[in-house]
């Protein structure tokens, strides 16, 4: 399942409910791709997902389309996931930096078009869409807790 954008609020907003239609067993890969949801406390919801191999959370520090979101007033524009390095606690989850990955630049769908001429990129998520273990072939940053293409 990937999940893009505002795609992964919605998708946060059913892992909170009562409805317990969000927490099955369905996907052997989840990808929160570009997530316009809050960094903060998002180890608490993305844990609850239930998949067969993993879940991906792809970030991009200059996600322009992010970048404008954060900006925005109000109380709910904090970090946004997909856009902010920091915070990664969700024990379940998988990060990956695409951040300085070639033809990636500001993009907020690295998953399609230019993005994917790169080739350790269309890998990742070639195997991801196809619920194989998509980072094996990445460098793995202890520091930052996250695999990065590059």
Not at 99 to 126: C, I, M, W
Request: aromatic residues 12%.
């Amino acid at each position: 399942m990937l999940l893009h954008s505002m795609g992964n609020y919605l998708y946060k907003q059913v892992m909170d409910s009562t409805a317990s239609e969000g927490k099955g067993l369905i996907f052997d890969n989840v990808v929160l791709a570009a997530a316009d949801t809050n960094n903060e406390d998002h180890a608490r919801w993305v844990d609850q997902i239930k998949c067969r191999r993993r879940i991906y959370i792809t970030i991009n520090e200059r996600d322009g389309a992010l970048r404008a979101s954060r900006i925005k007033s109000g109380q709910e524009q904090r970090a946004r996931l997909g856009h902010y390095p920091y915070n990664l606690y969700a024990t379940s989850a998988v990060y990956l930096d695409v951040t300085d990955a070639k033809y990636v630049g500001s993009s907020h769908a690295y998953f399609e078009k230019k993005p994917l001429q790169n080739a350790s990129l269309k890998r990742f998520f070639t195997s991801a869409f196809n619920g194989l273990a998509a980072e094996g072939k990445l460098e793995y940053n202890n520091a930052s807790k996250m695999y990065r293409v590059s």
